[in-house]
């Protein structure tokens, strides 16, 4: 089902409760009582254009208006970008640290299980922060650039000089698929891991899990599927239009 601007905002926690982190990263909070998407959008300042396509992209993996996405402004994108990469240093990684830190009391009889598996989410929280590191102080700067000379009638010269040392290509070729690894620990817990003492701990750090799996698909997702090809266009636009040859 899509979601339109005239459906109640309650409605989509309803339809799919993991949405809730997309209104978050909006700025929305609960308590809308039976306001529609569109009015509660007006209400917090949200282009509630872009935040349906946000939206509906996140609950279903075919509906992938990557067209349409393309249209909004470039600092839009990059905000909602940044927005979800504070939601996982902030929210996401600290939650599941806490669960493994209270599964080492409780859940395997030997140790050596919980060292590995604390190991194992640490060197993954340094992989995402690497990651994630990059993208705000390369990647997203250098799409701002280029839709700010894209706009103009005469970019910068700054603009051509980066522009011969990136390209959006290069961050395409080595965009890292961060989502492996978490299907790798996942792995661990569930088949090679001996039977937790403790399952109901283990059930909520496995759901974790799948969770931050699951937007960090739909993150990547927006960032390969609507980020690199809006400003593939940008580049060969600006090269066409003020280069020679
Ligand atoms: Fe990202
Ligand atoms: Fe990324």
Redesign the pocket.
């Known amino acids: 089902m899509i979601i339109t601007k005239n459906i109640k905002m309650a409605d989509v926690i309803h339809m799919n409760y993991f949405t809730l982190s997309v209104l978050n990263r909006f700025g929305i909070e609960l308590g809308f009582g039976d306001k529609s998407v569109q009015d509660v959008c007006k209400e917090y300042n949200v282009d509630s254009d872009f935040f349906l396509e946000i939206v509906n992209a996140f609950v279903n993996k075919d509906y992938f208006p990557k067209k349409n996405l393309q249209n909004f402004p470039v600092k839009l994108i990059t905000d909602y ?1 940044q927005k ?2 504070d939601f996982y240093h902030k929210l996401k990684v600290p939650e599941i640290e806490q669960l493994i830190e209270d599964m080492v009391e409780s859940c395997y009889a030997q140790k050596d299980n919980m060292v590995l598996l604390k190991k194992f989410f640490n060197d993954y929280k340094k992989e995402l922060a690497n ?2 590191q990059r ?1 705000e102080d390369v990647v997203f700067p250098y799409t701002i650039a280029i839709e700010k000379a894209f706009n103009s009638e005469k970019p910068d010269d700054s603009v051509f000089v980066l522009m011969e040392t990136y390209s959006i290509d290069i961050f395409k070729n080595e965009h890292d698929n961060i989502e492996e690894k978490l299907f790798d620990l996942k792995n661990i817990i569930i088949k090679y891991l001996p039977r937790p003492k403790d399952h109901k701990l283990c059930n909520k750090l496995l759901h974790q899990l799948f969770n931050l799996e699951q937007d960090l698909n739909d ?1 990547s997702r927006i ?1 390969e599927k609507v980020l690199v090809p809006k400003i593939r266009e940008m580049e060969k636009s600006i090269i066409k239009r003020f280069t020679k040859g």
Do not use: F, G, V
């Open positions: 970008l979800t990469h990651h994630t993208e993150h960032e």
